[in-house]
Nanobody, 123 residues
């Protein structure tokens, strides 16, 4: 099983980026997929998660209304559209997959992790 996150980069505050998580060895439509992030010197924190059906999702309060998580079953990928970016969104973003059919904000619920992609938001 491999999860690969990509799409990070440098963007100005107020700008947008779209991250993608490509899965091999597992089917995203039968896993709960989440995005977490880790800023320098801080713990990894929950960002967003999407359920098996693709119709249920949960977001951290800090990103609600600005970020959107979605799955593309045909491409076996999950995306994170990030709008109105702020300098405090700067972090390495990781995607993770869980075999549990419940939305969770807890890192230990996720069985597989990608390597992360860096997002830097300049002020």
């Amino acid at each position: 099983v491999q999860l690969q996150a990509f799409g990070g980069g440098l963007v100005q505050a107020g700008g947008s980026l779209r991250l993608a998580c490509a899965a091999t060895g597992l089917t995203v439509s039968s896993h709960t997929i989440a995005w977490f992030r880790q800023a320098p010197g801080k713990e990894r924190e929950f960002v967003a998660t999407i359920g098996w059906s693709g119709t249920t999702a949960d977001y951290a309060d800090s990103v609600k209304g600005r970020f959107t998580i979605a799955r593309d079953n045909a491409k076996n990928t999950v995306s994170l559209q990030m709008n109105s970016l702020k300098p405090e969104d700067t972090a390495v973003y990781y995607c993770a997959a869980s075999t549990a059919a419940v939305l969770s904000r807890t890192k230990t619920m996720y069985d597989y992790w990608g390597q992360g992609t860096l997002v830097t938001v300049s002020s």
